[in-house]
């Protein structure tokens, strides 16, 4: 193979959305500080649209398919993909051996995947390259799960259903969180994605580096403690540390280049029907709702948030995944449509979260707390009414509300149906805390600049320190075969 002095990443995508699209924008980073970049549609689950989306893409990065295991798969956004993942890692490598043999290109010197997609380190075992995880929830999450295995070993997991209210108090830097709050993958054995998310947690040890989607500035007590642990789940007192890089936020560069005060993104594309009726709407007077790319409501609680919005007064724009409704019960409250056609919008389709989100209309974000969410949403300098449902989206809930107090608390996930009145009585708390809650954002939201744009700011050297790791460690094993 041929020694190319650019360094080349191979990029491993989980197949949801959340996690592909971080992963896209990293990497655009890469790209543009010089490093050669593939990257692998593992499911080929991204579509000509998604990968469009990622501006100049195309002739940066080059895109390879692995495969699609199973043609009933396409276009599903996530879960069975969890029990098969695997199936993938004979493809992978035949993909890097291709990379490696190839003349006219670099060879990878590391490759990057997801973080649940830690059975690609036999890949990277066998052509001994460097594997970093991209973690694309933060970095208490990332405490969280690297002390898993310690929590199974302890016996205190899966959740003894007696037990939800207790805390635990040994997660390193993380503050005491009720068993209930623990990312719900890791409370129900009979589920499948029990064992496929305790495995990852595990194999995230082994990793070279963790690269993940937050700023140091937004949570420093954490990521200084993750730098500062060492963790032994072997027990054998063979401790480790891992090598922590902040990177994100990882979203499109113009968002995260224009002052706060500048919503340019957000107001460029009037054919969108979100944006358009924004256009319609007065400044800052319009609640954005949406639960993300993967959760669903019941009918039943669609009743409750719609009847809640309308008795709140405030102007909403919600968008709704269509949830399985096997009796085709209507999924809104009789009238409700009509009745406030003039302050509600309702979408039940994919919107431009980020365009949305930057609008000079909108004030507020009723989310679930997904990370991209809640990133996007603090980079917009926008307050969050938080609604967490199912994975980690208790923790960031948590987050957003007492740590960076950026939002306030409508429910958690273990509240069942949320009443019409709980909805009303949250924008309202909402209404009252605006000014702090604002002031919160929009620091953050400066934060995030500084740390992406300065020249010295924190994303721009970690990013550099990371370049510069693999580069040392491609020369190292270079050298390694050279004297062979
Ligand atoms: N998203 C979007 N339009 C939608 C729903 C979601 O653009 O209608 C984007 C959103 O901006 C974010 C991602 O999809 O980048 C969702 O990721 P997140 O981590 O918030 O939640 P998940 O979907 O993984 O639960």
Redesign the pocket.
């Known amino acids: 193979p041929c020694k190319s002095k650019r360094l080349h990443a191979v990029l491993l995508p989980y197949p ?4 592909s ?1 971080p992963l896209l924008h990293l990497a655009m980073r890469l790209h543009s500080m010089g490093v050669v970049v593939t990257f692998a549609n593992t499911y080929n689950h991204l579509s000509e649209e998604d990968l469009r989306s990622c501006d100049g893409l195309d002739s940066a990065v080059r895109v390879v398919r692995l495969g699609v295991p199973s043609p009933e798969w396409v276009g599903l956004e996530s879960l069975p993909y969890s029990e098969h993942v695997e199936e993938l890692v004979p493809e992978a490598e035949r993909l890097v051996e291709e990379l490696f043999t190839r003349h006219e290109d670099a060879p990878p010197a590391c490759i990057i995947s997801d973080m649940f997609l830690g059975c690609f380190r036999a890949v990277a075992n066998k052509f001994n390259i460097p594997r970093y995880v991209l973690f ?1 929830s933060p970095a208490g999450g990332l405490a969280t799960m690297l002390h898993m295995p310690e929590l199974i070993k302890q016996g205190r997991l899966p959740i003894d259903h007696t037990k939800r209210e207790e805390l635990v108090r040994d997660i390193p830097g993380v503050p005491p969180t009720r068993l209930a709050d623990l990312p719900e993958p890791m409370q129900d054995p009979h589920k499948p994605f029990y064992t496929f998310y305790a495995r990852n947690c595990e194999q995230m040890h082994e990793a070279t580096g963790v690269l993940i989607n937050t700023y140091y500035e937004l949570e420093p007590t954490y990521i200084d403690t993750l730098r500062e642990t060492t963790y032994n789940i072997n027990g054998d007192g063979s401790g480790h540390r891992l090598s922590i890089l902040p990177v994100g936020p990882l979203l499109p560069e113009a968002y995260l280049a224009t002052s706060e005060n500048d919503s340019a993104p957000g107001n460029v594309d009037a054919r969108d029907p979100c944006l358009q009726w924004l256009d319609s709407q007065p400044d800052c007077s319009v609640l954005y709702v ?1 639960f ?4 669903t409501l019941s009918v039943e609680q669609i009743h409750e948030l719609a009847a809640g919005l309308e008795a709140s007064g405030e102007r909403f724009l919600m ?1 709704i995944r269509p949830p399985e409704n096997p009796e085709n019960a209507p999924l809104f409250p009789e009238g409700f449509v009509e009745r406030t056609q003039k302050v509600g919008f309702v979408w039940m ?6 365009k949305v989100l930057s609008h000079s209309a909108v004030s507020g974000f009723v989310t ?1 707390c ?5 990133l ?1 949403s603090l980079c917009r300098g926008v307050t969050m009414l938080a609604w967490p449902i199912q ?1 980690e989206q208790a923790m960031n809930a948590r987050f957003i509300v007492d740590d960076v107090k950026a939002g306030i608390e409508v429910c958690r996930v273990t509240d069942g149906i949320v009443s019409r009145e709980r909805v009303a009585k949250a924008v309202k708390v909402w209404v009252a805390e605006q000014t702090s809650l604002k002031r919160n954002a929009r620091r953050l939201q400066r934060l995030a600049m500084a740390a992406v744009n300065d020249k010295h700011g924190s994303v721009q050297r970690n990013l550099l320190d990371f370049v510069a790791e693999v580069q040392h460690g491609k020369e190292s094993l270079e050298q390694v075969n050279g004297s062979r």
């Open positions: 949801a959305k959340g996690h699209i694309t949406s993300g790319s993967l959760a968008t389709s994919w919107a431009p979260q980020l679930h997904g990370w991209n969410s809640t996007e994975a």
